[in-house]
Structure formats: C-alpha cells, structure tokens
C-alpha cells in the first residue's frame, strides 16, 4: 500500500497563500524547532570552496557530544528514517500508534510489516509474545511527550537481542534530558537517531547522526550518496556541538520558556491535559475543539500544529515563543477564543 506525504509543520510560504496573510506578519509555533538557534559567526571564506570531506575535528565534535565512538553523520535524522526501511525486508515493525508521521509513512511503504502499540507496556507484550523483529520507539515522543526510561529501554533491547530483533529509538528531542540516552551504552541491536536541529536550532543545515554498531552503519552508508552534508554545514555542526557552555546555558533557557508557557495554558485551559517537552507543549481535546482552535489561530496569523488521535480525540501542539512579545500575541489569542466560543 502505497501512503500519501504527510504535511509537516513551518511551511510559513503555504499557510500565507492559505490564509490570506502575508509571510512577515505570521507567528510561527507549528514547529518543534527551538526557537533560540546557536549564534553563529561567519565561517571562513575557505569553506565555501570546499568539498564537504568528513574531518577528524567534526567527527571529534561529535563523538564528545554523543559520547559514541559508532556514529554516521547524515543529511538530517530524516534521511535516516527514509533509508533505515530498505536496508531491512520482510520483518514485522512495532510503531507507536502516535509519533512523527515519517517513521509510519517510510515502514509502510518499505517491504516490511507494520503494527501499533499504544503504551509501553503494549511495546513489551508483543515483545514477549516474540511478535516483531523491529520496535521503534521516539524518545521522548513528538507529539505525546511519552518518555522512556533507559531501565526499560535496555529491558526490551536485551529481549530483542534474544530474538535476534532491533530497536531503533528516535531521540532527535532528547538533548535537554540526555541522562535517558542510549547513546553512552548502546545495545549491539539497538540504532539511534540524533538530531542537531531542534536543541540547538540549526534545522536548516539539514545534519543528524545515526549511532549504531559499524555493522549496522556500513549497510546505511551504503544507501547514502556522496557529500551529503555540504562543509557550511559541517563547520557550524563542530562549532555548536563544541560548546559545552551554551549547550548548558540552552538547557536552561528552553527549560524556564516551557515553564512559563506550560503555566500560561493552564489558567486557560484549567480541566485540560498539558504536557511539556523542552521545545514544544501538548494540549490534549477533542478533535473539533483541535480543529476550532487551529483555525481561529490561523485567521489571527498565529500557525500551530494539530493531530488527531483517534475519532473523537486530538492534539495541538504549540512551539515555544521566542520572547515576551510573541508569548503576548499567543495568549491574546487563546483569551478572544474563549471570549468568542462562550
């Protein structure tokens, strides 16, 4: 069965044509992507002549950062959850029923077999029950904000190594809460998504790691074309992931901004179910309240991001303002909402 490309969010340029708003006057919270991006400076006139060769000082880079030796840059963690599909074939996969839609779109689409699970205890059941060769976990989940612990984590790893069974985790969100990686301990079945682009804001330089025994690399490698991450790329990849001083200081930025918009949601939505990541937070409602919202917002030129959960149930995901400013804008809008829906 082949699936349709599901829409994603900070298309900015779709939603302008859409609404009738101009680009410049829009608020964009429909991203996941921290709004405070690592300051770089301008990289030397010789980069730009380049070609875009892995160096020691950016593998070094990464691997301090990760604390893996066993890692393969690549072209956006994306690349890796449209490759990883096609270098397995004919296994049952284990999906969490909501999670990035990518990771549905590229298994299904791949000579593979898909099912669902809804909870962790679910994932572990068909585990159990040697019901798949392939559980792929997002940690923590985007959009749910479900987080695993490495105890459990390493459970299910070591019972589908048994099984002679991979799990593959996304942690493109994990950099605020590292402690629950893998990375530091990696399982010899176990694959790893890293990201550079949502904690350090760096999205479009398109650059994520997979980390993995050399085995499993070198059959994704070979899936992968020359030059993949151009050398612009490559150096402001080194430089952000190399300091460790404001790596520190955006852990605690992004956790006083989440805070202050998770508190902010809750005087007006005081019955709700609300939970926060560091970059992002989830307002659980009925699908048509999701939908209601999202349009009123998107009148105002205010873009958010919704899901539906099942029939009657729906998510808005809502990225983090970037200063007092547009925090204000939000909050106004959720205050005329309720004024006009009373």
């Not at 950062?65 to 490759?83: R, V």
């Not at 997979?210 to 085995?215: G, H």
């Amino acid at each position: 069965m082949t699936l349709s490309k599901q829409e994603h969010g900070g298309d900015i340029q779709k939603a302008a044509k859409r609404w009738g708003i101009p680009v410049a006057q829009w608020l964009d919270l429909s991203t996941a992507i921290s709004p405070f991006c690592y300051p770089l400076a301008t990289p030397p006139a010789e980069i730009w002549q380049q070609l875009p060769y892995l160096n020691d000082t950016f593998i070094e880079a990464a691997v301090n950062y990760y604390q893996c030796e066993n890692l393969l840059p690549i072209a956006g963690s994306q690349q890796a959850i449209e490759l990883l599909p096609n270098i397995f074939h004919g296994k049952r996969v284990a999906l969490p029923a909501v999670g990035y839609c990518e990771h549905a779109y590229h298994w299904r689409n791949s000579e593979n077999a898909v099912v669902t699970y809804q909870c962790a205890d679910e994932l572990r059941k068909k585990i159990d029950e040697k019901f798949i060769d392939i559980a792929i976990v997002i940690n923590p989940n985007n959009p749910s904000t479900e987080l695993y612990s490495r105890d459990y984590l390493l459970e299910i790893a070591s019972a589908l190594s048994k099984q002679n069974s991979y799990l593959i985790i996304d942690e493109a969100f994990i950099d605020s809460q590292a402690e629950h990686s893998l990375a530091s301990n990696l399982p010899d079945n176990t694959i790893i998504l890293r990201s550079i682009g949502k904690f350090f804001g760096l999205a479009g330089i398109r650059i994520g790691f997979v980390l993995a025994k050399p085995y499993l690399l070198k059959k994704l490698e070979e899936k992968t074309g020359l030059w993949q991450i151009s050398s612009p790329a490559l150096w402001a990849a080194t430089q952000a992931l190399n300091d460790k001083q404001w790596q520190e200081q955006q852990i605690q930025r992004l956790a006083k901004s989440s805070q202050m918009l998770e508190q902010n949601l809750c005087e007006y939505f005081p019955q709700k179910i609300i939970k926060r990541q560091s970059t992002f937070m989830s307002l659980f409602l009925s699908w048509n309240e999701t939908q209601a919202i999202f349009e009123y917002f998107a009148r105002k030129g205010i873009l958010l991001r919704k899901f539906q959960l099942a029939e009657e149930d729906g998510l808005l995901r809502i990225g983090l303002p970037a200063d007092s400013e547009s925090l204000s804008r939000l909050m106004t809008a959720f205050y005329d909402y309720q004024c006009d829906t009373k």
